[in-house]
């Protein structure tokens, strides 16, 4: 063992450090540091080199973490990032958004011992930051290319992944998607502050300088139907995520300045990254000196009062209908949401939406924890007589995503699909009922993370590779 690891009885735990509520709460830029050298070292040697390590198998990467902690703590950077990038196609984009509390932190035996995770996550950015500042991230160069090609069809992160994955073994690849810009929920559902659009953009080059092509403001079913791309490529990935916004079907529902989440954050990232936002600019999607209520408890809601926020909303309330214990959210950004001035409204559901024209006020009901139901968690109920009511310029409903129906949208009525819409795949192959199409993300699994998403987007590269060298592929190709 190196002499140089399991420091956590001495050094304590420190983060990088954290703007000021003040600072942050002004401009839309990441709210964490970076370490200096020193302190990531320092850090890094926190860890105990567990011989069955917790973190490691709770990271849906599997990422070797013990390992590239003791490389780091021994400063040896390079090898550090080696390690790290060789099971994770965005190591600083996973460092940043993913929830750590509940995947490798929340696992890391020193916490378990009172004695404050090891940050993973932070040492994880700073490892592929440096990297990248280095010039040690390089785009991919083939000796020779295959001459077969694989059509991707989303450029979120499990497309991405797929698509770099594919071409380190050679294939053509080509991404198509329905925005502008490549990068999926990380361009435009997650805001900067979060993570900064230029980490996303320098990796979607680095894909581009390595050879993968990127077919933007293509729709498939508009502009293509899915049978023909098939005939365009050897193999096809759907990787669409999910963007039905699920709804909430109370009175007062269709009156003005009521929105689904995704509008007002995706106006919020394009005002972001220099764009003409037409219903941005005439104040429709912007939360300026509105009491703005948002109605969710996931990560969708807490970006959205956090950019209510920082949009200079009069108030910011969000309601939600469980307690704070039971919020799928991170702790950590329900924590920074608090600290920036949300007030949140646990154990409250809406009733009402109230006013004339456009929403005036949300009635809302008070709301007790009853027996855990089939999710496992405490199902909640009414309390009768409980309701008041609260302020609202703008309601923003963060209530969750279902799959689009993509049968129909990609005029494929023979794709199947489960009972929640989601694409069914035969799990060891990838493959859905179309012999060649595969399907991997969000698309697959419902709403879930970043992490999963490049975890699927890898497996998918593997099996579409099994299948491009197995011969089956080059009949049903010929066919
Ligand atoms: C607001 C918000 C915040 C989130 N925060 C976090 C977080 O902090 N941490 C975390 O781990 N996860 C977070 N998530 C979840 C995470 O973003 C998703 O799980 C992940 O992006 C899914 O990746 P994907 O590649 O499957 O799909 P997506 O990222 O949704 O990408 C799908 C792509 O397919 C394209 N597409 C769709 N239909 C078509 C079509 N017909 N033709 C062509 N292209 C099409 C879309 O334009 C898009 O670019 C958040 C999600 C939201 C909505
Ligand atoms: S990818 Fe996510 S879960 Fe895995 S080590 Fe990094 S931060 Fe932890």
């Known amino acids: 063992m190196s002499e140089k690891m399991l420091k956590f009885v001495k050094i304590g735990q420190q983060t990088p450090p954290k703007r000021s509520v003040e600072n942050r709460s002004e401009d839309f830029k990441e709210i964490y540091g970076e370490y200096i050298s020193e302190k990531a070292k320092e850090q890094s040697s926190r860890c105990s080199q567990c011989g069955v390590p917790f973190c490691q198998v709770h990271c849906p990467l599997q990422n070797n973490i013990p390992d590239w902690l003791k490389l780091t703590a021994e400063g040896r950077l390079k090898d550090a990032y080696e390690l790290s990038q060789s099971t994770n196609n965005m190591p600083e984009v996973c460092g940043r958004i993913c929830p750590q509390d509940r995947l490798c932190e929340g696992n890391c035996v020193i916490e378990q011992s009172g004695h404050g995770t090891v940050t993973i996550g932070s040492v994880e950015k700073y490892i592929t930051d440096t990297a990248w500042e280095k010039g040690w991230v390089k785009p991919i160069k083939l000796k ?167 949009q200079k909303a009069k108030s910011v309330k969000c309601l939600y209908r469980r307690d704070r214990e039971n919020m799928p959210g991170s702790a950590r950004e329900v924590g920074n949401a608090i600290e920036e001035g949300v007030e949140f409204l646990w154990l409250s559901s809406p009733s009402k939406f109230l006013g004339e024209n456009q929403v005036e006020a949300v009635e809302v009901q008070k709301m007790k924890l009853g027996n855990p139901d089939a999710s496992g968690r405490r199902k909640p109920t009414l309390i009768e007589n409980s309701n008041y009511k609260i302020d609202s310029d703008m309601v923003i409903k963060a209530l969750g995503f279902d799959p689009e129906n993509i049968p129909k949208l990609f005029n494929s009525e023979n794709l199947a699909v489960s009972k929640w819409g989601t694409i069914k795949i035969d799990l060891k192959s990838m493959q859905t009922n179309i012999p060649g199409v595969f399907a991997a993300g969000d698309i697959v699994r419902g709403a879930s993370l970043v992490v999963w998403a490049i975890r699927d987007g890898r497996d998918a590269a593997v099996q579409i590779e099994k299948y491009l060298n197995s011969n089956l592929s080059k009949k049903e190709f010929a066919a």
């Not at 003409?276 to 939360?287: D, I, M, R």
Request: net charge positive; hydrophobic share 40%; glycine share 10%.
């Open 144 to 310: 020779k290319e295959k001459s077969q090609s694989v059509g991707i069809i989303g450029a979120g992160p499990a497309g991405l992944a797929c698509a770099e994955e594919l071409r380190k073994i050679g294939f053509k690849v080509t991404i198509y998607d329905r925005y502008d810009r490549p990068g999926g929920l990380l361009i435009y559902g997650i805001p900067n502050f979060k993570l900064e659009k230029f980490v996303v953009e320098r990796r979607t080059k680095l894909l581009k300088d390595s050879g993968i092509k990127f077919v933007q403001n293509f729709e498939v079913g508009r502009d293509s139907s899915l049978e023909d791309l098939r005939k365009k490529h050897n193999a096809i990935l759907i990787a669409t995520g999910v963007y039905k916004a699920r709804n909430i079907e109370i009175f007062g529902n269709q009156l003005k300045n009521i929105f689904p989440a995704m509008d007002f954050l995706t106006a919020s990232n394009k005002k972001g990254l220099g764009d003409k936002v037409q219903l941005f600019e005439n104040g429709t999607l912007n939360a300026e000196n509105k009491n703005i209520v948002v109605i969710g408890g996931g990560d969708t809601a807490m970006d959205c009062v956090r950019t209510a926020v920082r």
